[in-house]
């Protein structure tokens, strides 16, 4: 399994950007989600969507971010909003696997005037 993330970029603090991953497998029936982490820090949840499309969000994005999933493109959204220079890491995405996650190599948000 393979996923690629992409859309990242440098962005103005108050802008928005919107983040793909694209898994080479179904992702129909698995819960998938999105992770961040800033150099010498731990790696922590974003967002989560199950295949129900129960969303999840840390109290930190509620009300910025959005997921969001298209199955039949086998593909996982993150539309991020009104971004903050604390938003700044390296956002990797997942797909759990009947309890396996396998994680794409990820996409850096840089956040910055």
């Known amino acids: 399994v393979q996923l690629q993330a992409s859309g990242g970029g440098l962005v103005q603090p108050g802008g928005s950007l919107r983040l793909s991953c694209g898994v080479s497998?179904?992702?129909?029936?698995?819960?998938v989600g999105w992770y961040r982490q800033v150099t010498g820090k731990q790696r922590e949840m974003v967002a989560t969507?199950?295949?129900?499309?129960?969303?999840n969000y840390a109290d930190s994005m509620k009300g910025r971010f959005t997921i969001s999933r298209d199955n039949a493109k086998n593909t996982v959204y993150l539309q991020m909003n009104s971004l903050k220079p604390e938003d700044t890491a390296v956002y990797f995405c997942?797909?759990?696997?009947?309890?396996?996650?396998?994680w794409g190599k990820g996409t850096q948000v840089t956040v910055s005037s």
């Open positions: 497998a179904s992702i129909r029936l698995n819960r």
């Open positions: 997942y797909v759990d696997y009947y309890g396996m996650n396998y």
């Open positions: 969507i199950t295949s129900s499309g129960s969303t």
